[in-house]
């Protein structure tokens, strides 16, 4: 009886003692994933409890700087952008409203919190490429001849160059990559066709021919809202996706 009784406390204990450290251990892994609102809850008032409570400020001063650096790439982003734009002479505050308009498609299409960032993102970023594009072709004032035609289309590729071995970035390189993709699989720089075009992708290349026919060049007048639907609606089924072409300009006529 009195081994049982020991062999029974032996096991009550070490349910004790494990149970508290399998919680933190547990939590370590999910850290080590990029969870970062895991949180231990202390089971007891002993030491067990006091590495709990430290573990739990540990994690959370990491997100809090993890923010702090995610937050000042953006930033840098944002500047990114911002220097296209005042190298683009063409493309002044195309950015900010094709980001106005990426956010209502990612509204009606129900896209998650963390998903958006890296979208917008993408956004910022889809015509980086540019950066390696040479002036002469990139501001010439009228169309481009067939051979800076080809050279301008080297911009997803050039993008896809800077940005693939940044880390935090590969999660949005789709848009700069792949917004060139038509829906029938004539576009560049990969030719993907229908769906294999990532969605982020397809999604923004109605943003950016919309902001493109809508916006005053050089060489032409901007459209007419009316003008430009019935565009978009030419280029749905072969530049654009079907489905989402009718989710776009729902939200236009709104």
């Given at each position: 009886a009195t081994l049982l009784l020991v062999l029974l406390f032996g096991i009550g204990l070490s349910i004790y003692l494990t149970k508290p450290i399998m919680s933190l251990v547990s939590a370590a892994k999910k850290v080590a994933?990029?969870?970062?609102?895991?949180?231990v809850e202390p089971t007891s008032r002993d030491e067990l409890a006091l590495l709990s409570n430290t573990f739990n400020q540990m994690i959370e001063s990491v997100s809090d700087s993890r923010l702090k650096i995610l937050n000042s790439y953006d930033i840098t982003l944002e500047g990114w952008s911002k220097a296209l734009e005042l190298r683009d002479q063409e493309t002044s505050g195309h950015s900010q409203r094709v980001s106005n308009l990426m956010a209502k498609m990612m509204d009606a299409l129900g896209i998650d919190e963390e998903t958006?960032?890296?979208?917008?993102?993408?956004?910022?970023?889809?015509?980086?490429?540019?950066?390696?594009i040479p002036d002469r072709i990139l501001n010439k004032p009228g169309p481009l001849d067939e051979n800076e035609k080809q050279i301008m289309r080297r911009h997803p590729v050039l993008a896809y160059e800077m940005l693939k071995e940044i880390e935090f970035l590969k999660p949005a390189?789709?848009?700069p990559?792949?917004?060139?993709?038509y829906w029938d699989?004539?576009?560049?720089?990969l030719g993907l066709k229908g769906k294999e075009i990532p969605l982020e992708a397809r999604i923004?290349?109605?943003v950016d021919v919309w902001d493109a026919i809508t916006s005053d060049r050089p060489y032409r007048n901007a459209m007419s809202i009316d003008k430009a639907k019935e565009t978009i609606r030419m280029e749905s089924g072969t530049h654009l996706d079907p489905?989402?072409?009718?989710?776009?300009l729902g939200i236009i006529d709104e």
């Open positions: 994933s990029g969870d970062y609102k895991v949180k958006r960032v890296n979208y917008q993102r993408g956004v910022l970023l889809h015509d980086i490429g540019k950066m390696g390189l789709a848009i990559y792949s917004h060139h993709e699989g004539n576009g560049y720089p923004f290349a109605i489905e989402l072409v009718e989710i776009f």
